[in-house]
């Protein structure tokens, strides 16, 4: 998929047209909630706002409050499924970056035990 697919082939806005299910866990007027169909961990959630933004490169300055929000809602839908020792957030972007899906979306990633390391840290 392009990183500047129309929004119409998006499959993050599909979900939020109802057009593909997912386990909502989270819902207003400007954000998602849902679980991950391949979780990393007991809790993997991702949080999507509901404005197509393929990337990060493209949001905007009028983009702040809905990033904001979601940003401010992160700690709450952890702690509601079950990550209340602390959780890891991923927001990947572009290619190189990992981004599978073009729509801003952040991962919510927890459990009962430590995640392990961030990254593999390459050898100089």
Do not use: W
Not at 26 to 41: K, N
Not at 52 to 78: C, F, K, N, Q, S
Not at 107 to 115: A, M, S, Y
């Amino acid at each position: 998929m392009s990183d500047r697919e129309p929004a119409a082939n998006c499959l993050f806005c599909r979900i939020v047209r109802g057009e593909i299910p997912a386990q909502k866990v989270y819902e207003d007027d400007e954000v998602l909630a849902f679980r991950d169909i391949r979780p990393a961990a007991p809790v993997h959630v991702l949080v999507i706002p509901k404005l197509h933004i393929a990337t990060l490169y493209d949001a905007a300055p009028e983009h702040a409050p809905v990033l904001g929000r979601m940003l401010a809602l992160l700690g709450r839908i952890a702690r509601e499924q079950g990550a209340t020792d602390g959780f890891r957030t991923i927001a990947n972007t572009g290619r190189v970056g990992g981004q599978e899906v073009y729509h801003v979306h952040i991962h919510v990633i927890g459990g009962p035990r430590p995640l392990g390391p961030m990254i593999v840290r390459q050898q100089a």
